[in-house]
């Protein structure tokens, strides 16, 4: 932090990133308005259509903006053939680089269903689940598992013989994540939907795989430093069932990175679609936030897309900054932030397409950025 306050490094990134991120900042700028002087944001290039332009994943300024930041806010990353010499996504050094290079071990995806809001399970079960009974928070392990850049390919003559994707699990890894879901259990207020009580569920499949017993074993061994905390136990391909059939069971989810990237997009129909999934990457020093619904090429440039994933995403980072820095202002702004996101949302004013209404990306942003100038600060 600087006089000037937190320095925030935004990086819209690509398709849609840059639709969502403006809309972002006319959050910020509305709960600014007054007390212009909380932070401070600087726009950097990167992403998959800038490396097509450029041959550079990132502007060099970029990554070390994102290193020095106080908090950093990502639109999307990634663009249909858009890629590296070595097949990877071009952009990738935005949201995978940074994750490994800034230690952000922690994927945060809130999964909570507003009320005013429509889940996506199909048509015909349209009145099935209440507001009330989605209200969890996923936790995905962020730096390892089959995302550790430990891969290849074999070539003979021409011709490719073989591939391995390695699969790592930790002891730091797995604990220092477990350990963060146990914390954000005792923290949240409810506990789960259904009882109340505050659960967290271990999400793996330790039927079959070593690494998966291990981060059970660390589940265990961790969890019973929190015994005020009940601990609950799913097989991956059971969850997926149990997910969408009681949903108000739920109260923390803890699982490992790939595992926990497939659920958590899931998850997100139950919250009204990715359009909603905000997520916080979180280490002990340094911290990105996100929507997590990409880069959707095929919308982009047409002001439809939801926002709300980045005014929630925008919220997270508030609340974090907020809690690191024990910043009571930053706080209330998260709070007051929150308050318009539901205000708007149980009014249904602002319902974009994938909600079956008229309204467009920037109309959404002003219904917002309307509610937050009509709170006091
Ligand atoms: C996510 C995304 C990323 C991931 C992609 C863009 C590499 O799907 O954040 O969930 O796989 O982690
Ligand atoms: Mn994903």
Not at 150 to 164: N, S, Y
Not at 305 to 323: C, D, I, K, Y
Request: contains cysteine; hydrophobic residues 40%.
């Amino acid at each position: 932090m600087t006089s000037a306050g937190y320095e925030i490094a935004l990086f819209p990134g690509d398709g849609t990133g840059p639709e969502v991120l403006a809309e972002g900042r006319k959050i910020l700028d509305a709960l600014a308005e007054g007390d212009a002087s909380r932070w401070h944001l600087t726009e950097y290039a990167g992403g998959g259509q800038y490396y097509q332009r450029t041959g550079r994943e990132v502007e060099p300024e970029g990554l070390d903006a994102a290193h020095r930041a106080d908090a950093i806010l990502l639109g999307a990353v990634g663009w249909p053939g858009a890629s590296l010499p070595n097949g990877d996504l071009a952009g990738g050094a935005l949201v995978l680089g940074l994750r490994q290079s800034l230690d952000l071990y922690a994927n945060v995806r809130p999964c909570k269903l507003y009320e005013g809001v429509q889940h996506r399970i199909s048509d015909g079960f349209q009145k099935v689940w209440a507001p009330k009974n989605v209200d969890m928070v996923i936790i995905r392990e962020n730096t390892e598992d089959l995302y550790a850049p430990l891969r290849g390919r074999l070539r003979r003559a021409d011709e490719t013989e073989l591939t391995v994707d390695t699969r790592v699990i930790t002891r730091k890894g797995a604990e220092r994540v477990v350990r963060y879901a146990f914390e954000l259990a005792r923290k949240r207020a409810r506990g789960a939907p259904e009882d109340g009580v505050k659960r967290v569920t271990c999400v793996d499949k330790s039927n079959v795989m070593e690494g998966c017993r291990f981060f059970r074993e660390t589940f265990d061994r961790v969890g019973k430093e929190y015994p005020e905390i009940e601990r609950d136990y799913a097989y991956v391909d059971a969850f997926t069932q149990w997910l969408i059939r009681q949903p108000e069971h739920y109260d923390v989810v803890v699982a490992t990175n790939m595992m926990g990237d497939i659920i958590t997009d899931l998850a997100s129909v139950l919250q009204g679609g990715m359009g909603f999934a905000a997520g916080g990457n979180i280490g002990d020093a340094h911290a990105m936030f996100e929507p997590v619904h990409g880069s959707a090429p095929k919308h982009a440039g047409k002001n439809v897309v939801n926002p709300f994933a980045t005014f929630s995403a925008v919220e997270m980072m508030l609340r974090w900054l907020g809690e690191r820095h024990a910043d009571a202002a930053l706080l209330r702004q998260s709070d007051r932030l929150e308050r318009a996101i539901v205000g708007v949302l149980r009014a249904g004013a602002a319902r974009t397409y994938d909600q079956g209404g008229p309204v467009s990306t920037t109309g959404a942003g002003d219904a917002v950025a309307g509610a937050i100038r009509g709170m006091a600060a």
